[in-house]
């Protein structure tokens, strides 16, 4: 069996979840023994159509561009067994790129018009691959996916074997969801041998992959800091992440999906303690982590017997925890106070894994 896997991400260096998907995909079908080819379409050059027609007429099943998909894409994208698409969700559909390809695919076509009930099209020249719909959102919702569906269902009907779409995508990278993040890939993995072996994907299969990665709401919050701050600095994203920058919290709410979400199971390994932080200054208020077999729980409110009490101002602690202030300086500062272990004060930025 030949796949072409086809990326229409723009992304690279590893930033693209679209292309992550796809990577397990390819790798399950590979397992099963298909022969697929990747091809990143950010590396290519593709012209639109320009509606000629030559392709119809002139030179029947070949496109008058001098490009690469006239010269590579094209035939082999027409010789494949299954072809994926997969494409970051833009504006609720495919993005460009994606859409420049297929609509090069119109040679595929013969330009005789057919009518069957109330549908009418144009009957294919020849072969055409089974087509898998693969697509990933920054929203949590699988709803968000409805036009891309309606659009790929109408257009490839029996045609599309498969569609797989994973919203909330960006949390995949966040270390505190590795262990879902991890299950998800794998039944996409999964997805790949079953596609390949009985061309469909198990509801189970499918139940894994779109299930849910993380309390949105929490999520949201600390993005919402994230692009706060990218515009504060005026700065991309990629390079928020370049510069290790880290969303710094502006409420005791934030700062506790900080500790959940940034939290260093390995830096944590045999650790049992709890450490109560009471804030003043800019904002007042308690909150407290609890730290055991690489676990952590981070909850408001004041907690019985801590093994350590920080006592700061608000914004000095933020100040430490996004590493814009050495905390050992500020202690002997007395910017801060801290009583009981200061061992474990010592090691307290290592817990973060940002």
Sequence with gaps: M?????SSSPRGSGQSKTELMLGA???GMRDAGAEVEEVILRNKKIKNCIGCFT???KTPGKCALKDDMTAELYPKFITSDMAIFATPLYHYTMNATLKAFIERTLPVLEPLLVVKGERTFHPLRGKHPAIIMLSVAGFPEQSVFNQLSNHVRFMYA???LAEIYRGGAESMASPYFKEIADDILEAITQAGRELVKTFRIAPET????TQPICDFTEFALMANLMWKACIAEGITPKEFLERGMVPRPDSIETFLIFMKTGFN???AAGMKAIVQFVFTGELDGSC???IENGKIKAKAGPVDKPDLTIAAPFGVWMDIITRKAD???LFRENKYRAEGDLNLLMGMTKLCAR
């Design 327 to 329: 905390g050992g300086h």
């Design 25 to 27: 995909l390819v790798k």
């Design 288 to 290: 407290y982590i609890a």
């Design 158 to 160: 029996k045609g599309l």
């Design 2 to 6: 030949k796949v072409m896997a086809i």
């Design 55 to 57: 392709c119809w007429t």
């Design 206 to 209: 499918m139940a894994r992959i």
């Design 265 to 267: 199971p390995q830096a």
